[in-house]
């Protein structure tokens, strides 16, 4: 993914009209856009493949079972032209490692969840997040999902990663979490929704967003 905005529109919004609409009034500020569940069941995985024409697409289904079922959800993700997928790591080395091949094959970026941006994030993600952080370095993850509402956790993560993964991040605005924090703690990303998409002027508030981070 290019990093020229820093940038990534949470597309969470479920008809295909607002959606294409959005994506097209915000692609001048975002990198890439990332969609998930509400959108694709809503319209299903053919709107992957008209969003890729206003911008690289990760697909935000946050993968969770085994390495076989892995694979095929990888496939027809990468089919439809998604340029980098989002999986979860509990579920252990085999399943990540079927999605880095899948991914490796395809020439497109695995990011893997590390610890969740909201409050519940911390009940169980938070003893195991540099765990998975380790395996996702030792997988060859492209990079990692990690909170923007906890800019001293993403500090943490970036010790464990390095510099060679990326950090995509969300939690910013609604969530109450700040894009310049977040940047300055060590996150390449952030990935905004509701504060774009709810606002009048989806353009107006990418731009701000950008702005704050000096983008
Ligand atoms: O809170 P927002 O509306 O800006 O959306 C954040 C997006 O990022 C949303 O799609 C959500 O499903 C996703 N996400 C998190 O918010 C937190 C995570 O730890 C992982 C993904």
Not at 103 to 116: C, L, Q
Not at 121 to 135: H, L, Q, S, T, Y
Request: proline share 4%; charged share 25%.
């Amino acid at each position: 993914m290019d990093k020229k905005n820093r940038l990534i529109l949470a597309l969470d919004v479920t008809d295909r009209e607002n959606a294409l609409r959005i994506a097209n009034e915000v692609s001048d500020y975002v990198d890439s856009i990332k969609v998930g569940y509400p959108l694709v069941l809503g319209e299903g995985l053919g709107i992957v493949k008209e969003l890729v024409e206003i911008a690289p697409v990760i697909a935000d289904f946050k993968v969770a079972d085994i390495p076989n079922t892995d694979r095929l959800i990888c496939e027809h993700v990468f089919n439809a032209g998604a340029a980098g997928i989002i999986t979860h790591g509990f579920t252990g080395r085999d399943s990540l490692d079927s999605c880095v091949k899948v991914a490796n094959d395809f020439g497109t970026d695995v990011y893997v969840v590390t610890e969740m941006s909201h409050p519940g994030g911390v009940e169980f993600f938070r003893p195991v997040a540099e765990d998975i952080a380790k395996m996702a370095v030792e997988a060859g993850a492209s990079g990692v999902v990690a909170p923007a509402t906890r800019p001293e956790r993403v500090k943490d993560i970036r010790k464990i990663i390095g510099e060679e993964l990326s950090i995509i991040s969300p939690g910013v605005g609604a969530q109450g979490g700040s894009a310049a924090d977040v940047i300055r703690a060590g996150a390449d990303w952030v990935i905004v929704g509701r504060s774009i998409y709810n606002s009048d002027s989806p353009a107006e508030a990418a731009k701000k967003i950008c702005d704050e981070m000096n983008c």
